[in-house]
């Protein structure tokens, strides 16, 4: 199987894959196993599997691959189609795994608020205007993950914006030195 240059100069890969799932909600969802919790929210029925989730790798697989950009890799497809369902598969994993890093730095409470609450912290907003020019594909994942627990391992599910440190001070801090009864 040729190289598949999912990042730097090839990086149109990533970006069709994202796209795929921008597009294809139904199937999307049914990849990431879709949150009951999510769809309640959303007004809509939740979207198990009723096809298998290779099925749906394969169709990812195709719109990723049939023409890309390096002739090794269109002819190889054209051979070998189901041989790509492994390295998409393989590139979600590479995907979740920047993905926590960043929402790492975001610190646990981050990690669950929206794009648009990290957007109105001016703190959180510049982390993530710098971030996001190494990894610019976050944004849609997070839309996507921000509250699965199998894909956004960092995300809490307290409050946004709770402050259990200084929470935590308030409470044992303030008998601190003094004996009780």
């Not at 999510?38 to 749906?56: L, P, S």
Request: glycine share 6%; with cysteine.
């Amino acid at each position: 199987m040729p190289t598949i240059h999912w990042e730097k100069k090839n990086s149109p890969c990533t970006a069709r894959l994202i796209e795929w799932c921008k597009i294809n909600q139904d199937a999307r969802l049914k990849i990431f196993s879709d949150s009951a919790k999510d769809a309640k929210e959303e007004g809509r029925t939740r979207q198990q599997m009723t096809t298998q989730k290779n099925t749906y790798m394969q169709q990812l697989a195709a719109s990723v691959f049939i023409d890309d950009e390096d002739l090794k890799v269109r002819e190889y497809f054209q051979a070998h189609p189901l041989a790509f369902v492994k390295p998409i598969q393989g590139r979600f994993t590479s995907l979740r795994k920047k993905y926590n890093e960043i929402n790492l730095q975001l610190g646990q409470t981050g990690a669950g608020l929206s794009f648009e609450e990290l957007n109105e912290n001016e703190k959180t907003k510049t982390l993530l205007d710098r971030l996001l020019q190494t990894f610019p594909w976050w944004v849609d994942l997070h839309g996507w993950w921000r509250t699965n627990p199998a894909y956004n391992t960092s995300f809490s599910t307290a409050d946004p914006g709770q402050d259990f440190a200084a929470e935590a001070m308030d409470v044992f801090g303030k008998g601190k030195g003094k004996e009780t009864a």
